[in-house]
């Protein structure tokens, strides 16, 4: 379908989403909510695509709500409100259940609402322009969603100073790497669309069906506690076996060719 406020495109098994609204540092209007939960779907439905990136137009990542777009529109507020009540954002993959690995590739500035997407990917990259930070407490807001996702993957000190300094610290994307926000910088900036081709193109040669039982399993550990995970991890890892990948696997390597998978069936 066609989109006004973001591009998907694929290039090979690479799905591609980007926020398209550079004039407005890729800010999420209610159009970007609606097209944003549309596109997640399509992308983990598409049997042509194996991993999804994640990234923006212009010299923004994204930059959170469009305020200007609440302050104008009463409804608008009162219809992010209502999602919120019922913790049915539908911004980021995790949001809409999607399966397939997702890179998040910050290409800029990144704050408030962007975070979401920088939580909840299952690898971020930056390029080393990047910056994150969250406003919230500076426009009389509360802290909440994207730095409880946070929280899982980095320091909780570090999470809890952005929250607390607001719009007056920005985070470097030198120190998110440090901090473990992000896996990777990229230098030169420009480079950040080839490098996150190279990396999903990299997961893309694996079993997709062991992908998305894999990320099942890592991400099912971090609701429950060691035990539970482990042995629904363990539940994950029995499912595949039989599986014509495990014996297609083996046999490629050992005949030094490409592995031909068996593609994956996403059920909703």
């Keep these: 379908m066609k989109y006004e406020t973001i591009i998907v495109e694929k290039r090979n098994r690479v799905g591609w989403l980007i926020f398209n609204r550079p004039a407005s540092l890729n800010a999420m209007n209610a159009k970007l909510m609606d097209e944003t939960g549309q596109a997640w779907v399509e992308l983990d439905n598409d049997p042509e695509v194996r991993v999804i990136v994640n990234s923006g137009m212009g010299r923004a990542f994204n930059t959170g709500a ?54 909840d990917a299952d690898i971020v990259i930056a390029a080393s322009n990047a910056t994150f930070m969250d ?27 952005m929250a607390l300094t607001g719009k007056y610290e920005r985070v470097s994307a030198q120190r998110a790497y440090e901090l473990g926000m992000i896996s990777q910088v990229v230098d030169p900036p420009e480079k950040l669309f080839d490098e996150a081709q190279a990396l999903a193109e990299k997961i893309a040669q694996n079993s997709p069906t062991a992908i998305i039982a894999s990320k099942k399993a890592l991400w099912g550990a971090l609701e429950v506690g060691l035990t539970e995970a482990m042995k629904t991890g363990g539940k994950h890892l029995m499912d595949m076996w039989g599986h014509p990948d495990q014996t297609e696997g083996p046999k490629a390597f050992a005949e030094k060719r490409e592995a031909r998978w068996v593609e994956p069936k996403i059920e909703r």
């Design 135 to 161: 406003p919230h407490s500076s426009v009389g807001q509360v802290v909440a969603y994207e730095a409880i996702g946070l929280v899982r993957r980095m320091p909780f000190e570090a999470v809890m100073r």
């Design 66 to 119: 469009d305020v200007k777009e609440i302050a104008s529109d009463p409804l608008g507020m009162r219809r992010y409100e209502e999602k919120l009540r019922k913790f049915d954002l539908r911004l980021t993959g995790w949001h809409c259940g999607v399966q397939k690995p997702v890179i998040c590739a910050v290409n800029g500035i990144c704050g408030g609402g962007g975070l979401h997407y920088v939580a």
